[in-house]
């Protein structure tokens, strides 16, 4: 059975729960969370935070242990945050208009509270509503992202609203028309590798009439399309010299060849897949509920989903990379039904953050060397 809670804060000012062990359940204006037995032993095994956004309803969270060993959530709201990168101590939000920085000051008051980290905004480059997807660090510290308006790989500018680091070879010119939806960023020693896009499409939303199998996934060095036939291919990410991707319109977590674009299934997770995420021998993956529009209408994952004789979920998945067993998860119902990006952050238990509803952003200040 799981166990329910009273919390103290709503959602978008800071949630906070603290519980006993086994399954549980954290509720609020609407919002369910709920966590497989044992999730918070295994948090505590590998020493991590999770940290996921939801453009949905505007929100980043941070998943971990209170001091007593409990689960603990933790909440900003951030308009339409997408795509994360933690790296250096640093964390990297992509939102409606901005590339935010957060960087960890561990401020007193935090640690005084039971935290072990606090994340605060220091930098932003505000980039004007690009629609700024998937998002890693490059080798000089700056953010390089999946700029999806313009069909381009993009990094951050002092004068400008953004500076194109790669474009697909099929898109002739840099345009606002979303003509490929290019949603996903690898990078290798800092530098973009690989990127997926939901078909090589050079019009605009021409990407909208091959959602069920035009994916794409392209090598950013050679500038070749390695792999096709996905359905709406999404997060790439490099692991331990293996890349993995996720088929987010058919609901499987895989690893591709970028040899010969085989892609290996390892897990079936029941939703429309978003945000990925290793820790040792683990992956992280983000399951959404598919919205009931056009978009999400008509793709492999319906038909998933009736094979395996299940509902679409909104949550966190666990997966076993050996096995391919799901080891834990989080499941989210009511104020969330859609995740984007997840990103593990290591050596802290019960992350906080300095958001911009509050006037806690005005008290907290740090003083440099």
Same mark, same amino acid.
């Given at each position: 059975?799981?166990?329910?809670?009273?919390?103290?804060?709503?959602?978008?000012?800071?949630?906070?729960?603290?519980?006993?062990?086994?399954?549980?359940?954290?509720?609020?204006?609407?919002?369910?969370?709920?966590? %497989?037995?044992?999730?918070?032993?295994?948090?505590?095994?590998?020493?991590?935070?999770?940290?996921?956004?939801?453009?949905?309803?505007?929100?980043?969270?941070?998943?971990?242990?209170?001091?007593?060993?409990?689960?603990?959530?933790?909440?900003?709201? &951030?308009?339409?945050?997408?795509?994360?990168?933690?790296?250096?101590?640093?964390?990297? $939000?992509?939102?409606?208009?901005?590339?935010?920085?957060?960087?960890?000051?561990?401020?007193?008051?935090?640690?005084?509270?039971?935290?072990? #980290?606090?994340?605060?905004?220091? !930098?932003?480059?505000?980039?004007?509503?690009?629609?700024?997807?998937?998002?890693?660090?490059?080798?000089?510290?700056?953010?390089?992202?999946?700029?999806?308006?313009? #069909?381009?790989? %993009?990094?951050?500018?002092?004068?400008?609203?953004?500076?194109?680091?790669?474009?697909?070879?099929?898109?002739?010119?840099?345009?606002?028309?979303?003509?490929?939806?290019?949603?996903?960023?690898?990078?290798?020693?800092?530098?973009?590798?690989?990127?997926?896009?939901?078909?090589?499409?050079?019009?605009?939303?021409?990407?909208?009439?091959?959602?069920?199998?035009?994916?794409?996934?392209?090598?950013?060095?050679?500038?070749?399309?390695?792999?096709?036939?996905?359905?709406?291919?999404? %997060?790439?990410?490099?692991?331990?010299?293996?890349?993995? $991707?996720?088929?987010?319109?058919?609901?499987?977590?895989?690893?591709?060849?970028?040899?010969?674009?085989?892609?290996?299934?390892?897990?079936?997770?029941?939703?429309?897949?978003?945000?990925?995420?290793?820790?040792?021998?683990?992956? !992280?993956?983000?399951?959404?509920?598919?919205?009931?529009?056009?978009?999400?209408?008509? &793709?492999?994952?319906?038909?998933?989903?009736?094979?395996?004789? $299940?509902?679409?979920?909104?949550?966190?998945?666990?997966?076993?990379?050996? #096995?391919?067993?799901?080891?834990?998860?989080?499941?989210?119902?009511?104020?969330?039904?859609?995740?984007?990006?997840?990103?593990?952050?290591?050596?802290?238990?019960?992350?906080?953050?300095?958001?911009?509803?509050?006037?806690?952003?005005?008290?907290?200040?740090?003083?440099?060397?």
């Amino acid at each position: 059975m799981a166990r329910r809670a009273d919390v103290d804060n709503s959602v978008g000012q800071g949630l906070a729960y603290t519980g006993a062990g086994g399954e549980h359940t954290v509720q609020a204006k609407k919002f369910e969370l709920t966590t %497989s037995r044992q999730f918070e032993s295994w948090l505590a095994e590998h020493r991590i935070n999770i940290a996921f956004t939801t453009y949905q309803v505007g929100r980043l969270f941070f998943v971990g242990l209170s001091p007593k060993g409990n689960l603990s959530v933790f909440n900003r709201t &951030l308009e339409r945050c997408m795509g994360l990168a933690y790296a250096d101590g640093a964390l990297w $939000v992509a939102s409606l208009c901005q590339i935010l920085k957060f960087v960890d000051v561990a401020a007193e008051r935090a640690l005084e509270a039971g935290y072990d #980290s606090l994340f605060v905004p220091q !930098v932003s480059y505000y980039t004007g509503d690009i629609d700024a997807h998937d998002l890693a660090v490059g080798p000089d510290g700056r953010p390089i992202f999946a700029n999806t308006l313009f #069909s381009c790989l %993009s990094t951050v500018s002092e004068d400008h609203s953004f500076r194109a680091v790669w474009t697909p070879p099929f898109i002739d010119r840099l345009a606002a028309e979303d003509r490929c939806h290019l949603n996903g960023v690898a990078c290798e020693d800092g530098n973009p590798r690989y990127a997926t896009a939901v078909a090589a499409t050079n019009v605009a939303d021409g990407w909208r009439d091959h959602r069920g199998d035009g994916g794409i996934v392209l090598d950013c060095q050679s500038s070749e399309i390695i792999a096709r036939g996905g359905s709406m291919p999404h %997060s790439p990410r490099l692991h331990n010299g293996k890349l993995y $991707v996720l088929d987010s319109g058919s609901g499987y977590f895989g690893q591709l060849e970028p040899d010969d674009g085989h892609f290996e299934a390892i897990a079936f997770c029941p939703g429309f897949l978003r945000g990925l995420d290793f820790i040792g021998n683990f992956a !992280v993956v983000g399951l959404s509920k598919p919205r009931g529009n056009k978009t999400f209408s008509g &793709l492999p994952l319906d038909e998933n989903l009736t094979k395996h004789a $299940v509902d679409a979920r909104c949550g966190l998945y666990v997966v076993d990379l050996t #096995s391919g067993d799901i080891v834990h998860w989080i499941v989210l119902e009511g104020l969330v039904g859609e995740l984007f990006d997840v990103a593990i952050l290591p050596d802290r238990t019960n992350t906080a953050a300095i958001g911009f509803k509050s006037d806690e952003i005005r008290r907290v200040i740090s003083i440099g060397d």
